[in-house]
């Protein structure tokens, strides 16, 4: 019998409320109907109601309120160190996952992007999970990216995480349905092009913030951190071809998609 391949690790990152457990929901329900192995698996320890049923859950090892209540902290102490307690439970994390003998695991990650972006557990997780084959789904939020000093700020936090996983990543802008066509073209061009988005910031802001963040936009543009941005809709189900896509060329392990 051949060996079988490992899967391949999609983490969904963003900021709050940016769409990730959403996406993963549809992103795995898009791969049921297009006859694509995929498993879900939540890693925010601190969630309540989430749009999927996840197939393995952190949970089901670390939660919130028993954190809580085990320590004695409040809803902020609680949720770093829920999300450091991850880190202790991946062994059994990964080993459900491999019961699930898949291509493909969709990785939610905790909601506030700084549990995942900023502490070294995430680190741990990552490399326990899937040292060689894993991609980051980093997910511009048009509530707050949609202006240019929001997409700047979503930008920074996007090169953090690049440069703190050192794995594969792809950008989209999530809700795009939520989006006038312009105004995600205008989005699209300042990932594509951050001298175009500094252009777009000195317009709506003042001339001292314009030197550093010109500066800036040229590293982040000649170390070419964002790339254009795609559009995701989950609500109206878009944009899930171009991800797989993008994940496929990158590791070439499953099948393609077939076009008919
Ligand atoms: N219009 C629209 N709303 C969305 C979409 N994806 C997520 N949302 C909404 O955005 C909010 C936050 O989504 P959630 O997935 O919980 O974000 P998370 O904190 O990043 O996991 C929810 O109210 C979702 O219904 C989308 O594609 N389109
Ligand atoms: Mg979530």
Aim: charged share 25%; net charge negative; with cysteine.
């Amino acid at each position: 019998m051949p060996e079988m391949e490992e899967p391949v690790y999609l983490y969904f990152v963003g900021t709050a409320g940016s769409g990730k457990s959403t996406l993963v929901g549809a992103f795995g329900e898009w791969c049921r109907t297009n006859g694509i192995d995929s498993m879900s698996v939540n890693l925010d320890p601190g969630v309540e109601g989430l749009p999927y049923t996840p197939d393995v859950d952190i949970r089901e090892w670390v939660s919130l309120s028993s954190v809580m209540e085990e320590y004695g902290l409040g809803p902020n102490g609680a949720q770093i160190a829920a999300a450091d307690m991850l880190a202790l439970h991946i062994r059994e994390v990964k080993e459900a996952v491999e019961g699930y003998k898949v291509d493909y695991v969709l990785v939610d990650t905790p909601g506030q992007i700084e549990m995942f972006a900023f502490r070294k557990s995430s680190t741990l997780v990552v490399d326990a999970l899937s040292p060689k084959r894993g991609m980051l789904i980093y997910l511009f939020d048009p509530a707050i990216s949609a202006r240019p000093e929001g997409f700047i700020s979503s930008l920074l936090l996007y090169a953090t995480v690049q440069s703190r996983f050192l794995i594969p990543s792809y950008a989209v802008i999530s809700k795009s349905d939520l989006l006038e066509a312009e105004a995600l073209e205008e989005m699209r061009r300042w990932g594509e092009d951050p001298l175009y988005l500094d252009r777009a910031l000195s317009s709506s802001l003042g001339s001292m913030e314009g030197v550093v963040t010109a500066e800036l936009l040229k590293a982040l543009e000649s170390l070419g951190i964002c790339g254009r941005p795609s559009p995701v809709s989950s609500e109206e189900m878009y944009g899930m071809e171009d991800i797989y896509n993008t994940v496929q060329q990158m590791f070439k392990g499953g099948e393609d998609l077939k076009s008919d």
